[in-house]
Nanobody, 124 residues
């Protein structure tokens, strides 16, 4: 049974930092592209960041480039999202996801496994 469990969300002031982590189990972690998505009430889930099998290729949505960094630890089966210079518009539920492919993708439909989400709230 595949499980993706996010942690690290919380409340932070604008300009602050948070580090999200996602622990994966029940799948061959090294054979999955991992991604982070986010969603706010009334809006569709949107792509944030993705990373390839070996971590050598990463993609980010324009709004977080230069502020967020995605990374993965194959030995620990974890994928992290370091979020710096947070803005109120980053407030959302953040989801970890896994896609059975080697190259990164921003397409939500490519991801077959999802975590339960973790809330990030940035106050102004």
């Amino acid at each position: 049974q595949v499980q993706l469990v996010e942690s690290g969300g919380g409340l932070v002031q604008a300009g602050g930092s948070l580090r999200l982590s996602c622990a994966a189990s029940g799948l061959t972690f090294s054979r999955y592209v991992m991604g982070w998505f986010r969603q706010t009430p009334g809006k569709e889930r949107e792509f944030v960041a993705t990373i390839s099998w070996g971590g050598g290729s990463r993609l980010y949505v324009d709004s977080v480039k230069g502020r967020f960094t995605i990374s993965r630890d194959i030995a620990k089966n974890t994928v992290d999202l370091q979020m710096n210079s947070l803005k109120p518009e980053d407030t959302a539920v953040y989801y970890c996801a896994a896609a059975p492919r080697s190259s990164p993708t921003i397409r939500l439909s490519e991801y077959g496994y999802w975590g339960q989400g973790t809330q990030v709230t940035v106050s102004s």
